[in-house]
T-cell receptor, first 110, second 115 residues
């Protein structure tokens, strides 16, 4: 199946700083989804991107889908301690099965 | 919002025991549920796709006789780890979705420890 590469795998951020996590695929994706998993918790759906070049915002989170639909990014501004967790991108195949990226583990220091 | 309940949340048992994990969609009907396995600090690995009223579809390398899946109704899927051994210890998570292009909603997961 399609493979989704996600970088960085680890992100150490000072509170108030911005950061971005990236997701790349060698094949064109029908859609891409983003999930957040808090330590000890389960993945929680954040957003789904479907259209080429789509940009969606959720408060301090900005999600982008590339023009070629092969990459996506999640940008968080003014990081807060509540942003701690692992952020996964996931690509759906034609059956709707998700292939998850490796995840970006975010640690925030006050 | 869509809620998925997974039970039990934690299991510790002896080697050779079979363990059943339940996954329920509480406020929506899920024709498809998914079972994942997650090792510490790693990503989610899809084990199988559970379809209501039909046999589960297993991913390559997952033993179907070891991990029995039953999707008895539109709101319930079960995963049974048969004759569990220490190497089966892991975090198992289920998810459910309402339709093919809908997002997946995850249960809280089950931490399985085999002694």
């Amino acid at each position: 199946g399609q493979q989704v590469m996600q970088i960085p795998q680890y992100q150490h951020v000072q509170e108030g700083e911005d950061f971005t996590t990236y997701c790349n695929s060698s094949t064109t994706l029908s859609n891409i989804q983003w999930y957040k998993q808090r330590p000890g918790g389960h993945p929680v759906f954040l957003i789904q991107l479907v259209k080429s070049g789509e940009v969606k915002k959720q408060k301090r989170l900005t999600f982008q889908f590339g023009e070629a639909k092969k990459n996506s990014s999640l940008h968080i501004t003014a990081t807060q301690t509540t942003d701690v967790g692992t952020y996964f991108c996931a690509a759906a195949d034609s059956w709707g099965k998700l292939q998850f990226g490796a995840g970006t583990q975010v640690v925030v220091t006050p | 919002g869509a809620v998925v309940s997974q039970h039990p949340s934690w299991v510790i048992c002896k080697s050779g025991t079979s363990v059943k994990i339940e996954c329920r969609s509480l406020d929506f009907q899920a024709t498809t549920m998914f079972w994942y396995r997650q090792f510490p600090k790693q990503s989610l690995m899809l084990m199988a796709t559970s379809n209501e009223g039909s046999k589960a579809t297993y991913e390559q390398g997952v033993e179907k006789d070891k991990f029995l899946i039953n999707h008895a109704s539109l709101t319930l899927s079960t995963l049974t780890v048969t004759s569990a051994h220490p190497e089966d210890s892991s975090f198992y998570i289920c998810s459910a979705r309402e339709g093919k292009n809908q997002p997946q909603h995850f249960g809280d997961g089950t931490r399985l420890s085999i002694l």
